[in-house]
């Protein structure tokens, strides 16, 4: 069995690189499958920030396909959206022609200094170095401003969920296991200079059988197995499946995780 710390440095950075750049191939398929966000995510970001997000300029960091953003954009922000990825955005201003995005990551953003009330990033963050992504955060966000970091995650407690987790894991010798971190503030900003806090919010969504084998396989994980090992796991798990959901449709229950701070108001 390989664990994430046998692996070299270099190796570690190289595969990486490719899980990040894996999905501008996917593109199409990652806005067709992939799940949105509740209103209730929407509802703690404004709690937490003290004002609403309509009205708001919002930067939606590691924008990817725009799930995220039009979520933002319909609850009346304004929105731009950060992206780095060619494939990505392509498909992003396929779905959202009116709402502008740059090229950029949150290591180096292309933005002016305190120009934000908001910066989010959702199923992005862990793509960034926190010791650049941090101060750039600082950086960009207006005083008082909210930084909000989220991600769906699987509801483990689900037991066809659990299931279903533990044969990706053995698909992939484990090594998921050994690479999954606890999405906290102690991951997300290790010289805690911002203060996260954290939230969970429970949510689901009901799915045919090959829209949830869609988005599965849209993860960097299997976007970068070969295809041989990819179509072997997909014929077996549509069988597993099929067996627990006869009628084709399965319920996918998440929590996301919501890291939250706000930059100190200046006199």
Known sequence: MTTHG????????????ARAHSFNSAAAQYAANRPSYPPALFDALEEHAGRPLAGSRVVDVGAGTGIATARLHARGADVIAVEPGAGMAVEFRRALPGVPIVRGDGNALPLADHSADFLTYAQAWHWTDPALSVP???RVLRPGGTLALWWNTEALDVPWIAEAARR???HFD???SAERRDLGPGVADPADRLGLVRREIRWSRRVPVDTHLANLTSHSVFLTDTAERRAAFLADERRHLLAAFPDGVVEETYVVVLLLARTPVTA
């Open 6 to 17: 046998a692996i070299p440095p270099s190796a570690r950075s190289a595969a990486h690189t």
């Open 136 to 138: 750039e955060a600082l």
């Open 168 to 170: 990706v894991d053995r």
């Open 174 to 176: 484990h090594e998921l």
